[in-house]
């Protein structure tokens, strides 16, 4: 029950903030902050957060993506996790894309805006954040201590939010944007995984009926 209503809050702040701007009630703070945030980009720091920022980009969603593919195969012995992920990664790609379409937000202009398309919810933190809290489930379920699931859950948020920031520093996104994109991925990331612990439960379930057959 308690799954079903953060589910259902999460879901109902995605729909907030999609109409906030759709009745364009945050365009001008969306503007304000973004322009004080674009003003650090060059600030030495801001290199370090764009770099870190790169983990959503497609090149490091990618290498993230193969690079844990292979690490839950080897440590399951089998490559269940590991497909999951896969098409964790393929839904929210195209989650987003639909999500893009439906809002059909302009990208803010700045002076290095590079990126085309539309600009809510940002793909980087959705796409970016869901991958990264898929691996901190699978890190998390496989390990009992305690400080352990906390160092990865903090490192997990920390990353997605740098993330989100790096985005704001590049002139990419409005805040927004980065707000829906953590809401539309924890909704997903949710899904992920149920679906994750279903087809577990399938697999162990068929391997029983096979050995009792036996």
């Not at 999500?99 to 290095?112: N, T």
């Not at 805006?113 to 933190?125: K, L, N, W």
Request: hydrophobic share 55%.
């Amino acid at each position: 029950m308690k799954i079903r209503v953060i589910l259902s809050l999460l879901v109902l702040a995605f729909l907030f903030v999609i109409l906030l701007i759709k009745w364009n009630l945050v365009n001008d703070i969306d503007s304000t902050i973004g322009e004080h945030i674009y003003h650090l980009h060059d600030h030495p720091v801001s290199t370090i957060i764009s770099g870190i920022g790169m983990i959503g980009s497609t090149v490091g969603i990618i290498s993230t993506l193969f690079l844990f593919m292979f690490i839950l195969a080897w440590l399951e012995k089998s490559f269940v996790s590991a497909v999951v992920l896969f098409f964790t990664v393929l839904f929210g790609n195209i989650a987003n894309k639909v999500l893009k379409e439906i809002v059909a937000r302009e990208r803010p202009v700045f002076p290095q805006h590079i990126e085309d398309g539309y600009s809510f919810p940002s793909g980087h933190v959705m796409v970016g954040g869901l991958l990264l809290g898929m691996i901190a489930y699978n890190l998390v379920k496989r390990t009992s201590r305690k400080n352990i699931k906390q160092a990865i859950l903090t490192i997990t948020c920390l990353l997605i939010l740098l993330i989100g920031f790096s985005r704001l520093l590049e002139g990419e996104h409005f805040v927004t944007d980065v707000i829906g994109g953590i809401l539309a991925g924890s909704i997903m990331l949710i899904g992920m995984i149920k679906l994750d612990r279903l087809v577990h439960q399938m697999v162990k379930d068929r391997k029983l009926r096979k050995d009792a057959a036996m």
